[in-house]
Structure formats: structure tokens, C-alpha cells
């Protein structure tokens, strides 16, 4: 929440459980956006998700002011070497939070898909999925194929249920 007095840093996302990667990533709250993703894409023979090291909520919480430059550099430099190591793959799906304040980064999610699409190429998909507050435009559509935004707290798994639909 941008109106927070106090910035969100590198030490807030590095907790008991997070960063999160692998199966502990791909099980974590299986009713959220990453849980309807992956119960569908499990549904599909030969299908197989790599979870690349993120971090989860902060420690703060939902109540978490501006993330530092430092702390989105850190996790976003991460996921994009653990996705040039793997070498290419036939997608990647984003669940992010849609409305994400970053210091010096304006879209940060839009940011995440431009250097995601350098990393992964053309031939790739990228899906994303955004929470209520989601509020993405043509900018992160210019690297993603596709991007669902929840309406209502009912339709964040079905709208992940959607994206593994589409990219599987």
C-alpha cells in the first residue's frame, strides 16, 4: 500500500518459507492464482512446472508500503538467471500482484514481463494473473500473451484455471 509510511525491503521477503522454489513454491496456498495455474496445467500429459525461486508475502503482510529498488533487483535478478539456466522453456506464467509499488520502477509488473520476453524469447508464452487491484495495461500486454485480472475474490483460481487452460 503506497500510502504507508514504512518501505518494504529485502529483509521483509526472506522469512521461514520464502523465497520459496520448486515444489514448495508450486504447493504454496493451493486455493491462491498459482494454485488453480498449477492443479489445471497437472492436468495436461506432459506438462512440467518448474517453480523458479520468488518470494512470498512479507512478513509485514498485506500491509507492506513501497518495495525497495534493492529488494525487487535482488528477486527479480534471481528468477531471470534461474530462467537462463534452465534454458528454454515453453512458457511462464507470472502470478503477480497487478498493482505493485516499486521505488524508481513505474510499472514494475510491466518491467517483470519486458525482462522476462529478453530472457525467454518470442517463441515463449507469458501469462500473467492479477489480484483485485490489478490495474495492467498495453504495456505489459506488449510482452505478455496473455493476462487475466480477478473481479472478485471468487475468481482468482479461475482465472489461473483459465491461463493453464489457454498455455497448456
Not at 24 to 43: C, D, I, N, T
Not at 136 to 150: H, K, N, V
Amino acid at each position: 500500500m503506497t500510502f504507508l509510511p514504512n518501505d518494504t525491503t529485502l529483509d521483509d521477503f526472506v522469512h521461514d518459507g520464502s523465497p520459496a522454489r520448486g515444489e514448495a513454491l508450486l504447493a504454496w496456498e493451493p486455493r491462491s492464482y498459482m494454485g488453480g495455474f498449477v492443479k489445471v496445467a497437472r492436468e495436461h500429459a506432459g506438462v512440467e512446472l518448474v517453480g523458479i525461486e520468488s518470494p512470498l508475502w512479507p512478513r509485514t503482510g498485506t500491509g507492506s508500503g513501497w518495495i525497495t529498488r534493492e529488494a525487487y533487483e535482488h528477486f527479480l535478478g534471481r528468477m531471470l538467471a534461474e530462467l537462463e539456466r534452465g534454458g528454454r522453456g515453453h512458457g511462464v506464467y507470472l502470478a503477480l500482484h497487478g498493482a505493485m509499488g516499486v521505488r524508481g520502477v513505474a510499472r514494475p509488473e510491466a518491467d517483470i514481463a519486458r525482462r522476462v520476453r529478453e530472457v525467454v524469447g518470442r517463441d515463449a508464452f507469458i501469462a500473467g494473473t492479477f489480484d483485485l487491484q490489478g490495474n495492467e495495461d498495453a504495456e505489459f500486454l506488449s510482452q505478455a500473451d496473455f493476462a487475466f485480472s480477478a473481479n472478485t475474490s471468487r475468481t482468482t483460481t479461475a482465472a489461473s484455471r483459465a491461463s493453464a487452460r489457454l498455455a497448456c
